[in-house]
């Protein structure tokens, strides 16, 4: 579909068994890239990185926290001296929370926005440099319905902002390396059907559906081929953009 042959990417948040950031490494490594399979998670990621490396790929499994400064800067030594660059770095990883403005605490406005934000921050900085050398890159980003219309069905305001921040952040890093051939892109989710999704009582499902033209949650794999897409060659000329893809939940 989009070719990524000798393509390396990471894919943060990449170990959750039914979460998105699996279906993305599992499309972009069919594509033909080296995945690089990070996250908290140690389980996880063993089983992300046998499932990529079943599509023929190659996989690199790290330990990462993405709020860490210092994990982060050894994710970066350990990819580039195995595969010696990155080509792609998808930012999945991610948490919410379901509280309200009035019961939310400071520690939990700064624990959400230390992975959604600060996390994506991080990685994307560490990236800039083998990209720049490069002259290729393609930065991805997870945003969120939540940040365009004010909440989901399952996260706080804190929730929003932090993916309303990213979508901000994202164009303006699209300006600052746009000469360097690095793209910087973001995708808006509505409701995917993951987990959470499926603890959902039936009547709560049956509402939240109510306000879905197409009538169903997304698959993370419609999540997964429209950021295949976006770390394409086909994609070049498209940066600072964010693409929704919530079944005309919210249209801008
Ligand atoms: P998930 O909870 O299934 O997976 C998230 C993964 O991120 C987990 O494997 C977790 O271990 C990892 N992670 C959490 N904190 C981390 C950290 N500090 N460092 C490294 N890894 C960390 O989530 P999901 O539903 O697959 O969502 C993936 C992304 O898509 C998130 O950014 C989320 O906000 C966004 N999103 C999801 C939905 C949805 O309906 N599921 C909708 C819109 C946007």
Redesign the pocket.
């Known amino acids: 579909m989009f070719e990524l042959n000798n393509k390396v990417a990471i894919v943060?948040?990449?170990?959750?068994l039914?979460?998105?950031?699996r279906d993305i490494a599992l499309k972009l490594a069919e594509q033909g890239a080296s995945i690089v399979v990070?996250?908290?998670?140690v389980e996880?990621i063993q089983d992300t990185v046998k499932a990529v490396e079943e599509t023929g790929a190659k996989a690199l499994g790290v330990e990462?926290?993405?709020?860490s400064k210092e994990s982060v800067d050894a994710m970066i030594e350990k990819v580039l001296s195995e595969f010696g660059r990155i080509d792609i770095l998808v930012n999945?990883?991610?948490?919410?929370q379901k509280v309200t403005v009035e019961d939310m605490t400071l520690e939990d406005m700064q624990r959400i926005f230390s992975?959604?934000m600060f996390?994506l921050f991080l990685c994307s900085q560490a990236v800039l440099k083998p990209m720049k050398e490069q002259h290729f890159g393609r930065i991805i980003n997870?945003?969120?319905?939540?940040a365009k219309r004010g909440g989901?069905v399952?996260g706080g305001a804190h929730?929003s902002a932090s993916?309303a921040a990213v979508l901000g952040f994202a164009k303006n890093l699209a300006r600052e390396v746009a000469t360097d051939g690095i793209t910087v892109n973001s995708v808006?989710?509505?409701?995917?059907n993951?987990?959470?999704?499926k603890s959902l009582p039936e009547a709560d499902a049956a509402k939240v559906i109510d306000g879905i033209p197409l009538g169903r949650?997304g698959e993370?794999s419609e999540i997964a081929t429209t950021i295949a897409f976006l770390a394409s060659d086909e994609a070049s000329y498209i940066t600072g953009e964010d693409i929704d893809i919530n079944g005309g939940s919210h249209m801008d």
């Not at 990070?38 to 998670?41: G, I, P, Q, T, V």
């Not at 990462?64 to 709020?67: E, H, S």
């Open positions: 943060t948040g990449s170990g959750s039914k979460g998105i950031g990070a996250d908290l998670n996880g990462l926290n993405v709020a999945n990883a991610g948490i919410s992975v959604n996390g997870l945003s969120s319905v939540s989901g399952f929730y993916k808006a989710p509505g409701l995917v993951t987990e959470i999704w949650p993370t």
